[in-house]
């Protein structure tokens, strides 16, 4: 019998466990003998088992390894009863599917729980490789959920909870031996782990920042080609990617082979951007392809100028407010309409993204004015607090005056002699 034969008999086998496997639960010997042997690769999956979200949900070792539960000795683990010992790579993946590509079967127990990891996993790098050649070291269903130890994505113990997800690829992408006959990188990981994605993920808890499997897919792994890097970024950053995809660069940079938002911010080590990306300094981007002399170099500079005047100027009216709210005078209306100023820079550095003037610059103008107003309330502030003190001079004068009126008061009765009392000196 050829290999596919034998594999689809061992399939059919076992499509006849899902249903009764939990009601076999309770006698499982297999657990039992298992533990008896004291052997650590047999005990081993036992124990691990107890984390298990299919023990949970009450499924024994038949549900993936078939044979009889309720066999005592060596016979419950018969080939004829349906029993595969320890699977092949490419057994893995029809163990797994035998019940998640199932649909039917599975939407008795989750019926919003996706069936296409199978379908998905069969596009993928590592599952192209493992079909056509054979590859022993690209990842299988059990290379990202432990076999024994499966746990759904939402638990924090989970390889693939989303915090998880960046080891548990980087075992091998982050492994430089174990990835030596390939011809890519290994720095995928230590690079995302310096990035805003990563520092929002972990540093602020933020779990819809994303991981690896948000830009590659969950199981569908592979590098985004050029023509879609955008698309992988404005699943989130949608504004941003609606501006690039109309600008100049969206068709330039496919026709120069440049990977869309990942020519500018990298695609594993994203940094936090500034305006020092913009224009034709040091650290700016655009110098990269821009001169001063051409079109896209002038661009850079004037969305520059115009970004840092409404930087300079939202700071200088928050400036002189918040000097006003320290001394006293009420301002809070005026600071809090100042964020209007602050959105639209933030707007402003988003409309970067068109790679033209007039949209970064309708921003600015908007934000400017806001900032005016702002810095405008200020000095009136300031000019009221002036005057504030005027007056309090003036009554301070007047009360010294009075306090001073008083005291000779009591210093003249005090002069007079009071009968009874010695002289004074
Ligand atoms: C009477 C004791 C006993 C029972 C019952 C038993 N096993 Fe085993 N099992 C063993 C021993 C011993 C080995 C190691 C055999 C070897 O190394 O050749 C083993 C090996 C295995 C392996 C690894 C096979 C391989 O290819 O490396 C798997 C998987 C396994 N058992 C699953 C099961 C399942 C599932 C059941 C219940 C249906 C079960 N066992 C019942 C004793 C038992
Ligand atoms: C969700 C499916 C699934 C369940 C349930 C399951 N196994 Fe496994 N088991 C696997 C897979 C897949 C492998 C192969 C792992 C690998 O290649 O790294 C495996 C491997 C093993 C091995 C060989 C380990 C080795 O290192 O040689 C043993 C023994 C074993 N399982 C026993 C059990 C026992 C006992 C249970 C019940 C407590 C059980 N399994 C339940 C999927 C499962
Ligand atoms: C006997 C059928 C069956 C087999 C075989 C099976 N699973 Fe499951 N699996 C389930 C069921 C049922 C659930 C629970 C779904 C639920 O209630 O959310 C589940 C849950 C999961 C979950 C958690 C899903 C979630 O988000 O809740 C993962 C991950 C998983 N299985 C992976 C695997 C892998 C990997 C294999 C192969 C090594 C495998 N399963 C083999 C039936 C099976
Ligand atoms: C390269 C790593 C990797 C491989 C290989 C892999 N998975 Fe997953 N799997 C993940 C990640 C990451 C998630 C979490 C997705 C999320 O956060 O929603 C996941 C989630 C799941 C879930 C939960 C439901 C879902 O789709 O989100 C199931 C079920 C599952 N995988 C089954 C499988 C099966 C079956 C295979 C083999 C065909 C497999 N996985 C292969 C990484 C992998
Ligand atoms: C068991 C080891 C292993 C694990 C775990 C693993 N991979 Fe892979 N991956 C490989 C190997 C080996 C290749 C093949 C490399 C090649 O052909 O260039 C590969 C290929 C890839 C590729 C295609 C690279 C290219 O340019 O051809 C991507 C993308 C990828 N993996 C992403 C991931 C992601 C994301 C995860 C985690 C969710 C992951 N991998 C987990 C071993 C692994
Ligand atoms: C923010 C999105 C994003 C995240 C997060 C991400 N990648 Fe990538 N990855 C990309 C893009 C985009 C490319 C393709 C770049 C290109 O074509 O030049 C890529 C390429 C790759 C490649 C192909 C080889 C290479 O380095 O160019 C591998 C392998 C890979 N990523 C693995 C990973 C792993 C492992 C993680 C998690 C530690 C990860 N990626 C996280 C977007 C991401
Ligand atoms: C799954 C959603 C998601 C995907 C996909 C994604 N991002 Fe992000 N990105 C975020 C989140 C969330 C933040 C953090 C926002 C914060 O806390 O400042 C962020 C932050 C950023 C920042 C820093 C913004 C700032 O003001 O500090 C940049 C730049 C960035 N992402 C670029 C990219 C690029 C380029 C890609 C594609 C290669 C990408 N992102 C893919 C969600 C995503
Ligand atoms: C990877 C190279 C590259 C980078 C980096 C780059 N550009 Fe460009 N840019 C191009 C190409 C190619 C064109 C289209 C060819 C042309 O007309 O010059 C272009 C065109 C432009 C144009 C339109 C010019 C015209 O003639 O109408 C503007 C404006 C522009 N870029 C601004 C920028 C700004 C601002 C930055 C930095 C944020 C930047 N570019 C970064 C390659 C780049
Ligand atoms: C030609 C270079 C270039 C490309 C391509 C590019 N960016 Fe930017 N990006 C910049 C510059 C320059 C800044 C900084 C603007 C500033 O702070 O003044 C920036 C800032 C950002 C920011 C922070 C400001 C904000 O908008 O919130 C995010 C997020 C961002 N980019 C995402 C993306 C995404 C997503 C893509 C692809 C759709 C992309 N970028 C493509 C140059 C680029």
């Given at each position: 019998m050829?290999?596919?034969?034998?594999?689809g008999?061992?399939?059919?086998?076992l499509?006849a466990?899902?249903?009764?496997?939990a009601?076999?639960?309770?006698?499982?010997?297999?657990v039992?003998?298992?533990?008896?042997?004291?052997d650590?690769?047999?005990t081993?999956?036992?124990?691990?088992?107890d984390?298990?979200?299919?023990?949970?949900?009450?499924?024994?070792c038949?549900?993936?390894?078939?044979?009889?539960?309720k066999a005592?000795?060596p016979?419950?683990?018969?080939?004829?009863?349906?029993?595969?010992?320890?699977?092949?790579?490419?057994q893995?993946?029809q163990?797994?599917?035998?019940c998640?590509?199932?649909?039917?079967?599975?939407?008795?127990?989750?019926?919003?729980?996706?069936?296409?990891q199978?379908?998905?996993?069969?596009?993928?790098v590592?599952g192209?490789?493992?079909r056509?050649?054979?590859?022993?070291k690209?990842?299988?269903?059990?290379?990202?959920?432990p076999?024994h130890?499966?746990?759904?994505?939402?638990?924090p113990?989970?390889?693939?909870?989303?915090v998880?997800?960046a080891d548990?690829?980087?075992?091998?992408h982050?492994d430089?031996?174990?990835?030596?006959?390939?011809?890519?990188?290994?720095?995928?990981m230590?690079?995302?782990?310096t990035?805003?994605?990563?520092k929002?993920?972990?540093?602020?808890g933020?779990?819809?920042?994303?991981?690896?499997?948000?830009?590659?897919?969950?199981?569908?792994?592979?590098?985004?080609?050029?023509?879609?890097?955008?698309?992988?970024?404005?699943?989130?950053h949608?504004?941003?990617?609606?501006?690039?995809?109309k600008?100049?660069?969206?068709?330039?940079?496919?026709?120069?082979?440049?990977?869309?938002?990942?020519?500018?911010?990298?695609?594993h080590?994203i940094?936090?951007?500034?305006?020092?990306?913009l224009?034709?300094?040091?650290?700016?981007?655009?110098?990269?392809?821009?001169?001063?002399g051409?079109k896209?170099g002038?661009?850079?500079?004037?969305?520059?100028?115009?970004i840092?005047?409404?930087s300079?100027?939202?700071?200088?009216a928050g400036?002189?407010?918040?000097?006003?709210?320290?001394?006293?005078?009420?301002?809070?209306?005026a600071?809090?309409d100042?964020?209007g100023?602050?959105?639209?820079?933030v707007?402003?550095?988003?409309?970067?993204?068109?790679f033209?003037?007039a949209?970064?610059?309708?921003?600015?103008?908007?934000?400017?004015?806001?900032?005016?107003?702002?810095y405008?309330?200020?000095?009136?502030?300031?000019?009221e607090?002036?005057?504030?003190?005027?007056?309090?001079?003036?009554?301070l004068?007047?009360i010294?005056a009075?306090?001073?009126?008083?005291?000779?008061?009591?210093?003249?009765?005090?002069r007079r002699?009071?009968?009874?009392?010695?002289?004074?000196?």
């Open positions: 050829s290999a596919s034969g034998l594999a008999l061992v399939v059919l086998a499509l466990w899902p249903g009764v496997a009601a076999q639960a309770p006698v499982d010997k297999c039992a003998c298992h533990l008896e042997t004291g650590e690769r047999l081993a999956p036992v124990k691990a088992f984390g298990d979200i299919h023990k949970a949900k009450g499924f024994g038949v549900a993936c390894h078939g044979g009889d539960a005592d000795g016979e419950a683990m018969d080939p004829a009863k349906g029993f595969v010992g320890k699977p092949s790579r490419q893995i993946v163990f797994c599917g035998r998640h590509a199932d649909a039917a079967f599975m939407k008795r127990y989750n019926p919003s729980l996706r069936v296409d199978v379908a998905e996993y069969a596009t993928s590592h192209r490789r493992l056509e050649l054979g590859d022993p690209v990842a299988t269903c059990v290379s990202c959920h076999a130890n499966i746990r759904p994505p939402s638990d113990k989970s390889s693939v909870y989303p998880q997800v548990t690829c980087g075992r091998c982050g430089a031996k174990y990835m030596a006959s390939y011809k890519i990188p290994t720095d995928q230590t690079k995302y782990k990035s805003v994605h990563w929002a993920m972990t540093a602020k933020d779990l819809s920042a994303p991981t690896c499997n948000d830009c590659h897919g969950n199981h569908g792994a592979v590098p985004p080609g050029i023509n879609w890097v955008g698309n992988v970024c404005g699943q989130c949608s504004l941003t990617a609606d501006l690039f995809k600008s100049v660069h969206a068709k330039a940079f496919v026709e120069m082979g440049n990977p869309g938002c990942a020519t500018c911010h990298e695609n080590g940094q936090t951007p500034g305006d020092f990306l224009g034709l300094g040091d650290k700016a981007v655009c110098s990269t392809c821009h001169g001063a051409d896209g002038k661009v850079a500079v004037e969305m520059r100028a115009l840092e005047s409404l300079a100027e939202t700071q200088k400036a002189i407010l918040e000097k006003a709210h320290h001394a006293g005078v009420e301002v809070s209306q600071q809090f100042l964020n100023a602050k959105e639209t820079l707007k402003a550095r988003t409309a970067v993204h068109s033209a003037v949209p970064v610059n309708e921003e600015v103008k908007a934000g400017l004015a806001i900032a005016a107003k702002g405008a309330r200020g000095v009136r502030a300031m000019d607090l002036r005057l504030r003190r005027v007056w309090l001079g003036v009554v004068v007047v010294l009075l306090i001073a009126g008083l005291v000779m008061k009591i210093r003249q009765a005090d002699p009071v009968a009874g009392s010695p002289p004074k000196h």
